[in-house]
């Protein structure tokens, strides 16, 4: 049954009061049943779209450009701002149509609220997001917290509604024209959920799968950019099956199904930490833009994914719950209202599930004839199971598929190689989530 909900945190109290409500820290109940609902909906209409892809290596191109401008070639760099901006121009553009520069006073904004500001409080934001009693002792940091959390909420439900302004039920541009759609239909159609689809609670849906969206995306990122600069045979297996499999264009979300290769690797990733990479993307894309369609030929593209958000998954301890009812889970009773969480690290990395299971091996999410396996393993739980698993799975596995195969595609004329002095550290630097400590990287010149 439905014992577990949502726990409350800091944030999620800021976020859900008596007016408004949210997916991620709502109770289960009608309106998160209805809010989920249309977010899902959202989310699956436009992860398989074309403007995906197009946005997706559209913003690749030019943060690869940026990059060769601003750091230049052959000398090492910190690549992080960059990836931090790559995904969050992908989601404030899906989420609301805007993008940014990094100058941008709104960027600085509402980068303080979903990055800096946890890094900037340390374990104290950990400790006022749990432990209530503490936001008496440190009432400041706390005020400022609820502050900022209400200032960026304003700035987005403002956003979602200018969107009326515009709005062409023809035209879906966003996340945003998509939730107003789903009202408009909810009203017209009579259903149980229209009362709860009021215009606050969705531009509460547009903060969760912007800010979640962002903060999770860039930090996988973040590992399979370490781990594909630290295992060269890897990269050059990724190149490889892009060129077979796509070739010079760009990539599509039915590449996919294709690039075994390049799942696996994503999955891997996911889980803990690169030639083959390389070598994939060239023999199956090439240098054309990638297509949805492609995941289904870069196999080993998607088990490269795969890997490193199996190994290090960014969220360890996933959405924090607690128990709507008594539980009883092996010789420990669990009261009503105790906050649960799951040690999602633990499962990822059981030798019980995982052969050698803190090792990184893309090649563990392909079958016996190099296919990417579709149906995963039972303990690959990167986004969390039961009703809360992560909203924007699909989203996300979208987006990292298109925007690994073209940053290879954007980057074939360079080694990707770590900074002298970087080496690789697989332990993360946790504060809320498992980020990689940082690193250098070089675009190195290749030979010709």
């Known amino acids: 049954g439905q014992k577990g909900t949502g726990l409350k945190s800091l944030k999620t109290e800021v976020i859900n009061t008596e007016k408004r409500s949210d997916i991620v820290g709502a109770d289960y109940g009608h309106t998160w049943e209805a809010l989920r609902r249309v977010g899902h909906s959202a989310i699956q209409k436009y992860s398989g779209s074309e403007k995906l892809v197009l946005l997706a290596s559209d913003c690749v191109d030019r943060t690869i450009k940026m990059v060769v401008e601003k750091e230049g070639l052959n000398k090492p760099f910190n690549p992080l701002p960059y990836i931090y901006q790559l995904f969050f121009n992908i989601l404030s553009t899906s989420a609301f149509g805007r993008s940014y520069d990094m100058n941008d006073k709104e960027y600085k904004q509402l980068k303080y609220v979903m990055k800096d500001m946890i890094r900037e409080n340390g374990i104290q934001f950990i400790i006022l997001q749990f432990v209530p009693i503490m936001r008496y002792v440190f009432r400041g940091a706390a005020n400022k917290q609820q502050k900022v959390i209400n200032e960026m909420i304003d700035m987005l439900s403002n956003k979602f509604s200018k969107h009326y302004v515009d709005y062409d039920e023809s035209v879906c541009r966003d996340f945003c024209d998509a939730l107003i759609t789903a009202k408009n239909e909810a009203l017209r159609e009579g259903k149980e959920s229209a009362p709860y689809l009021t215009d606050d609670n969705l531009a509460l849906v547009v903060f969760d799968l912007f800010l979640a969206g962002t903060d999770t995306s860039q930090m996988t990122f973040q590992w399979l950019l370490l781990f594909l600069s630290y295992y060269p045979s890897v990269q050059r297996k990724l190149r490889q099956e892009i060129e077979t499999q796509i070739g010079d264009r760009m990539p599509t979300h039915e590449d996919r199904n294709r690039c075994h290769y390049v799942m696996a690797f994503i999955s891997e990733t996911m889980r803990l930490r690169n030639r083959k990479l390389r070598q994939e993307i060239e023999t199956q894309i090439g240098d ?161």
């Open 288 to 448: 054309r833009m990638p297509t949805h369609e492609d995941r289904n030929r870069c196999h080993y593209v998607m088990a490269f994914i795969a890997e490193t958000m199996r190994l290090r998954n960014v969220v360890p301890l996933g959405v924090p719950h607690k128990a709507v009812v008594q539980m009883q889970i092996g010789d420990y009773t669990i009261p009503k209202g105790t906050g649960v969480a799951l040690f999602h690290d633990e499962i990822l990395t059981d030798e019980k599930y995982w052969e050698n299971g803190d090792q990184f091996t893309p090649e563990r999410f392909l079958d016996s004839e190099g296919q990417y396996m579709t149906t995963r393993p039972l303990a690959f739980i990167p986004f969390g199971v039961g009703r809360r698993v992560c909203l924007g799975e699909k989203l996300a596995i979208a987006d990292l598929f298109l925007v690994l195969v073209r940053f290879l595609q954007s980057t074939q004329d360079y080694d990707l190689i770590l900074g002298r002095n970087s080496g690789i550290d697989t332990d993360p630097d946790i504060v809320e989530s498992n980020n990689p400590k940082g690193y250098e990287i070089i675009l190195r010149e290749k030979v010709k």
